[in-house]
Every structure is written in C-alpha cells, then in structure tokens.
C-alpha cells in the first residue's frame, strides 16, 4: 500500500503435485502497478509469501510466466526463482 492505495498484489494456493512430499504453493496472481514498478514492492510481496511458505513448513513456490515476458523472468531470477520447466495448456470446447 502506498498512501493507502493498493499498487500491487500477490495470491497463491497451496497445492499437492507428485514430487512435493507436503505440496507447494503456487502463484496464481501477481502484479504490481507500472507508475511504481521498481520500488522494491514486487520483491515485498515475494518475500511476504516466502515467508508464508515458511510458516505452512513448503520448501518451494511456483509461478508461471509467458514466454515474451523476460523483464519478469529477470525480475523473477533476481529474486531467487530458477527457470526449470514449460507450461502447456489447452483450451477445448465445453460446448461441443
């Protein structure tokens, strides 16, 4: 908050995955104002959740991010985050 207007938020869900003895969490939402991008808010919110993980005793959080995206893959690197895997979706017809 700044000037108690929000500039920035973060969701995520805790998630079981094969591999994840106790599950992770999982970023599904995160953004941050551009009039106020690189004031260190962004890193705040990662931090916050890291924590968060912490407190739920999860070892790993996990976002994903477009391909075209890379001031945020850098972004994101800077704040400890590896690049490790593709996301695949599919988007099919529920009306046919």
């Known amino acids: 908050m700044s000037e108690n207007i929000v500039v920035g938020f973060i969701t995520v869900m805790q998630t079981l995955a094969m591999g ?15 009039e106020v991008q690189n004031k ?11 924590n ?3 407190e ?13 995206r890379t001031e945020a893959h ?8 590896d690049k490790d895997s593709y996301c695949f979706d599919k988007r099919i017809s529920i009306n046919s």
């Open 20 to 34: 994840f003895t106790v599950g992770h969490l999982f970023v599904q939402g995160f953004a941050v104002k551009n």
């Open 40 to 50: 260190g808010i962004g890193t705040k919110l990662l931090k916050h959740v890291e």
């Open 52 to 54: 968060y993980a912490k």
């Open 56 to 68: 739920l005793g999860l070892s790993y959080i996990i976002l994903n991010s477009g391909f075209k």
């Open 74 to 81: 850098a972004f994101y690197e800077q704040n400890g985050f």
